[in-house]
């Protein structure tokens, strides 16, 4: 089997984001791989920007939403010790955002949660399970215990 060479590590802020995290980084490690991290925005408003979807990290936004979203992604991916340009935040429906990304940047293994909050505890969350099955590459669901 060839290596994984690019993982895509996906976060939602929950409690498990590091326990994920760390998951990602090891196969990361293990593979040799890059690893970039994406969070897609979905709770606020799309400000009218000039550089559409991809939010730059590197300037403050001027939208207090968007500033606030914008410091707490980079102090989470500082914390997990990601690179900075390998940090994605964007805006968008999760489901699709994810998938249509990791094709872009042609991420071999999409690296989620999988939340057992719907159908009776008994199936993977909403947003894994639409990345199991749109992704054209592979995807570690890291099982999260309620
Ligand atoms: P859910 O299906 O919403 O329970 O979420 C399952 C997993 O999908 C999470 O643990 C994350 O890995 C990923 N996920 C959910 N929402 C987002 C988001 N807004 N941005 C990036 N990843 C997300």
């Known amino acids: ?7 895509l590590l996906a976060i939602d802020y929950s409690t498990e984001t590091c326990a994920i995290a760390e998951k990602a980084k090891a196969l990361a490690f293990c593979y ?9 925005l979905d709770n606020i408003p799309m400000p ?6 991809v ?3 590197s300037i403050p936004a001027d939208n207090v939403l968007l500033e606030e979203e914008r410091l707490k992604f980079n102090q989470l991916c500082d914390k997990l010790d990601i690179e ?14 994810i998938t249509e990304f990791a094709s872009q940047q042609q991420i ?3 690296v ?7 159908g009776l505890g008994l199936l993977i969350g909403s947003t ?5 099955h749109h992704a054209v590459c592979d995807i570690l669901a890291v099982r999260i215990s309620d």
Do not use: E
Request: aromatic content about 10%.
């Open 112 to 118: 989620t949660g999988s939340h057992a909050r719907h």
């Open 48 to 53: 009218d920007t000039p550089y559409g979807a």
């Open 128 to 132: 894994a399970n639409s990345v199991l």
């Open 1 to 7: 089997m060839q290596n994984y060479q690019h993982l």
């Open 108 to 110: 071999d293994l999409i």
């Open 55 to 57: 939010i730059p990290l």
């Open 84 to 97: 900075f340009n390998q940090r994605w935040l964007i805006w968008g429906v999760p489901k699709q955002a």
């Open 32 to 40: 040799h791989a890059k690893l970039s991290i994406i969070h897609i």
